[in-house]
């Protein structure tokens, strides 16, 4: 996976690390995902794309609040990297 899908995984964990209705500002988002803000833009656009992330009023959470049960197991056993990977 390239340096744009792993910090895209990255943004992901962040996500699904929260309580169920939380959502977090762009710049919270990429401080928990532990992202560099200057380099994270790519990374944000891509989750968006995809349909992992949406955007509301400046704040942002999962598309599908499901995903969090899936992710913070894969988050738990595997490296970032591989979190879209089945």
Known sequence: MDEAGSDECRLLVAL????????????????????DPGRSDSAVKA?????FIVEEDGHFRLAVPLMRR?????????DTGACLSG
């Open 16 to 35: 699904a690390a929260q309580e169920d209705d939380a959502t977090l500002s762009r710049l919270q988002l990429i401080q928990a995902a532990g992202l």
């Open 70 to 78: 899936w992710i913070r197991p894969q988050s738990d056993t595997r």
């Open 47 to 51: 989750a968006l794309r995809h349909n």
